[in-house]
């Protein structure tokens, strides 16, 4: 069953560091998703890109998040200096029809 | 603002029982309600729901949306410990052109032998 792979699955930074996030989604699926799940709280929406733009983000996507899809495959998130309240486990997801998420990227800044 | 509201937010019940778990919904332009199942990491794919009434199994689990009253549930029947899990719902809204999935905050069940 085709599968949404994410990389690393963990990830320790410094604060201030920039972090990439890494994403291959689904090859037909159309639609790409960053969530991201503080720990204990609700799984929160990021950002949705489309047609290689960014269709809608959230307010807290804000000018140190960004994203890119550089080679048609990868499907990154970049956060450009990372603070505490940064840690989470990020998602990835991709969807035609449904949605498939990834396993997972849990950033620790310190 | 759209919202998905889970209830109970945590239950604790003993192998073999039935649970009923329910998600309330306000979400802009509605075009479906997914449920998932979290155990370590990533969501996992239970069910999706487009259309009011018609309900959806999968073995011992069920669910059915409600599309006049906003709302689902998801029942699971002759429990198992190895259901023991957080249950998400999501509810997947079209705005402005975009697609998005709005979460509930879950309910942790626990199943005890």
């Known amino acids: 069953e085709p599968e949404v792979t994410q990389t690393p699955s963990h990830q320790v930074t410094q604060m201030g560091q920039e972090v990439i996030l890494r994403c291959v989604p689904i090859s037909n699926h159309l639609y790409f998703y960053w969530y991201r799940q503080i720990l204990g709280q609700k799984v929160e929406f990021l950002v949705s890109?489309?047609?290689?733009?960014?269709?809608?983000k959230s307010e807290i996507f804000d000018d140190q998040f960004s994203v890119e899809r550089p080679d048609g495959s990868n499907f990154t998130l970049k956060i450009r200096s990372t603070k505490l309240e940064d840690s989470a486990m990020y998602f990835c997801?991709?969807?035609?029809?449904?949605?498939?998420f990834g396993s997972g990227t849990r950033l620790t800044v310190v | 603002e759209d919202k998905v509201v889970q209830s109970p937010l945590s239950l604790v019940v003993h192998e073999g029982d039935t649970v009923t778990l329910n998600c309330s919904y306000e979400?802009?332009?509605?075009?479906?309600l997914l449920w998932y199942k979290q155990e370590k990491k990533a969501p996992t794919f239970l069910f999706m729901l487009?259309?009011?009434?018609i309900e959806k199994k999968s073995g011992r689990l069920s669910s059915i949306l409600d599309k006049k009253e906003l709302f689902s549930i998801l029942n699971i029947t002759a429990t198992q410990t190895g259901d023991s899990a957080i249950y998400l719902c999501?509810?997947?809204?079209?705005?402005?052109?975009?697609?998005?999935?709005?979460f509930g905050q879950g309910t942790r069940l626990t199943i005890n032998p």
């Open positions: 890109f489309y047609n290689n733009e960014i269709s809608e």
């Open positions: 999501a509810v997947e809204g079209l705005i402005q052109g975009a697609q998005k999935l709005v």
């Open positions: 487009t259309s009011s009434g």
């Open positions: 997801a991709s969807s035609v029809v449904g949605y498939t």
């Open positions: 979400v802009t332009n509605f075009r479906s």
